[in-house]
Protein backbone atom coordinates (compact mmCIF):
# COMPACT_ATOMS: atom_id res chain seq x y z
CA UNK A 1 0.00 0.00 0.00
CA UNK A 2 1.72 3.49 -1.01
CA UNK A 3 1.40 6.04 1.17
CA UNK A 4 0.33 9.17 -0.95
CA UNK A 5 -0.62 11.95 1.66
CA UNK A 6 0.02 11.48 5.89
CA UNK A 7 -2.75 13.25 7.82
CA UNK A 8 -1.36 16.06 10.46
CA UNK A 9 -2.16 13.66 13.85
CA UNK A 10 -2.90 10.62 11.78
CA UNK A 11 -1.34 6.88 12.71
CA UNK A 12 0.61 7.62 9.86
CA UNK A 13 2.35 10.58 10.85
CA UNK A 14 3.49 9.23 14.06
CA UNK A 15 4.78 5.75 12.46
CA UNK A 16 7.05 8.68 10.90
CA UNK A 17 5.54 7.60 7.31
CA UNK A 18 6.47 9.73 4.51
CA UNK A 19 5.05 10.22 0.61
CA UNK A 20 6.03 7.66 -1.38
CA UNK A 21 6.53 4.37 1.14
CA UNK A 22 5.39 1.09 0.62
CA UNK A 23 3.66 -0.77 3.62
CA UNK A 24 4.40 -4.44 2.59
CA UNK A 25 3.55 -6.07 6.19
CA UNK A 26 1.59 -5.26 9.89
CA UNK A 27 2.94 -7.44 12.75
CA UNK A 28 4.78 -9.87 10.60
CA UNK A 29 1.56 -10.56 8.21
CA UNK A 30 1.93 -9.09 4.64
CA UNK A 31 -0.14 -6.40 3.57
CA UNK A 32 -2.22 -6.68 -0.01
CA UNK A 33 -3.68 -3.77 -0.05
CA UNK A 34 -5.48 -1.26 1.78
CA UNK A 35 -8.84 -2.74 2.76
CA UNK A 36 -6.33 -5.62 4.12
CA UNK A 37 -4.33 -2.85 5.93
CA UNK A 38 -7.56 -1.78 7.98
CA UNK A 39 -8.01 -4.59 8.75
CA UNK A 40 -4.66 -5.99 9.94
CA UNK A 41 -4.73 -2.63 11.85
CA UNK A 42 -7.92 -3.39 13.64
CA UNK A 43 -7.15 -6.41 14.91
CA UNK A 44 -3.82 -5.74 16.88
CA UNK A 45 -3.56 -6.79 20.34
CA UNK A 46 -2.70 -4.50 23.00
CA UNK A 47 -2.16 -1.91 20.09
CA UNK A 48 1.80 -2.67 19.64
CA UNK A 49 2.18 -1.98 15.50
CA UNK A 50 5.40 -3.27 13.54
CA UNK A 51 5.12 -1.61 10.45
CA UNK A 52 7.18 -3.46 7.64
CA UNK A 53 7.72 -0.85 4.96
CA UNK A 54 9.75 0.08 1.48
CA UNK A 55 11.50 3.19 1.30
CA UNK A 56 13.83 4.31 -2.11
CA UNK A 57 14.24 0.22 -2.17
CA UNK A 58 15.40 -0.23 1.25
CA UNK A 59 12.94 -2.70 3.55
CA UNK A 60 12.44 -0.74 7.34
CA UNK A 61 10.36 -1.18 10.51
CA UNK A 62 8.63 0.79 12.12
CA UNK A 63 7.33 0.26 15.81
CA UNK A 64 4.61 1.76 17.51
CA UNK A 65 3.57 1.27 21.12
Same mark, same amino acid.
Given at each position: ????? /? ?14 ? /? ?29 ? /? ?12
Amino acid at each position: VEVTD /IAKNSMAAQFGLVKGD /IITGVNREDVKDLSDLKKKLGKVEGKIYAIR /INRDGATLYITLR
